[in-house]
């Protein structure tokens, strides 16, 4: 079966074109919180959700209020209580990761299914705990240093190959906080900027063969469903969409396919986008994201990504009523 066009459902859908179904036998009703209902990845999975006859609702994370008493936690929505719902999908943005892993621990302590709880998106999101996590279960990354001190900088930049070297936040996302230094006076400015602000900062080893560019998979469930090789604009290092990189739809080898799988197991992530370097001796994770998204994917791959994250969020919430789950999720 040839893949849906993203673009042509998505026009349908703003030109009120699309009867939508009926629910079907089985529906669900499923919750999404986002920031922002008129984002693509937000949107696109409530018309996919819609689609396949489930009932969606968008909730503004920080407007669900958190309301705690013994054996009864709550959660209500501009007033009103939020009940019903089958599975919650979380789209934490990095901006309010402390209210949104507390949201989402809410509905888990109320017993709704949760495609991608809070213990993961926290792993996720600091990217030196995620790297300790992928280095001790055997994945390959980038050789990583952090450090606190100044007269240890030089030291350090050897430990990760020497010059020049990468600089990240630790709490970076979208390729913001990622740097790049050619020289030790570079470096040492750098870092002193960023503690000065308490800032903690990671130097990394920079893959020069695949400067540039990077691959991002997107995990759902135990398989990779689809892959593209990102390529930074002229006169830019980093790859990513948001800074006007360019993505190409790309069949990933076994070995990049089962890394991204295992990374994103190691996490504890049912859907993740695991970004990864091609080195000469194979793929590195860069980083493992919580909250994908698919824009790019979708428009490189031609692949139906909502509709593939939904079905499995329903599949998810099902096998959670049966009392089965994954081991090494959570």
Not at 305 to 311: G, H
Request: glycine share 10%.
């Amino acid at each position: 079966m040839p893949p849906k066009n993203p673009e042509t459902k998505v026009e349908a859908h703003a030109r009120g074109t699309v009867k939508r179904p009926r629910h079907r036998a089985g529906w669900l009703r499923i919750a999404i919180l986002s920031r922002n209902r008129k984002l693509y990845s937000t949107r696109r999975l409530v018309e996919a959700a819609r689609d396949h006859g489930h009932e969606a609702q968008v909730f503004d994370t920080l407007r669900c209020n958190l309301v705690l008493a013994i054996d009864a936690p709550r959660v209500f929505y501009k007033g009103a209580e939020v009940s019903g719902i089958g599975v919650v999908i979380p789209r934490i943005g990095a901006s309010i990761t402390g209210y949104g892993l507390s949201v989402v621990n809410q509905f888990d302590m109320m017993g709704v299914p949760i495609l991608n709880n809070s213990v993961p998106i926290a792993r996720a999101r600091d990217k030196l705990r995620a790297l300790q996590l992928l280095s001790r279960f055997g994945i390959d990354i980038p050789r990583t240093v952090m450090c606190r001190y100044r007269d240890e900088v030089p030291l350090a930049v050897e430990q990760v190959g020497g010059l020049p070297c990468i600089m990240k936040l630790i709490q970076g996302t979208q390729g913001v906080g990622v740097l790049i230094a050619s020289t030790m006076s570079e470096v040492e400015g750098m870092l002193d900027t960023m503690w000065t602000l308490g800032q903690e900062i990671l130097l990394q080893e920079l893959i020069a063969e695949s400067r540039g560019k990077d691959v991002r998979a997107l995990v759902v469930g135990d398989r990779v469903v689809a892959a593209m090789r990102r390529t930074a604009r002229e006169g830019e290092f980093r790859s990513n969409l948001h800074r006007g990189g360019e993505g190409q739809a790309i069949d990933l080898p076994r070995e990049y396919t089962e890394a991204a799988v295992k990374a994103a197991r190691v996490i504890g992530l049912e859907v993740a986008g695991v970004d990864m370097l091609e080195s000469r001796g194979g793929p590195k994770i860069m980083e493992v994201n919580s909250s994908p998204g698919f824009e790019g994917l979708e428009k490189a791959t031609g692949i139906d990504i909502a509709s593939l994250y939904v079905d499995h969020a329903v599949d998810f919430a099902r096998a959670h009523a049966s009392g089965w789950s994954k081991p090494g999720r959570g």
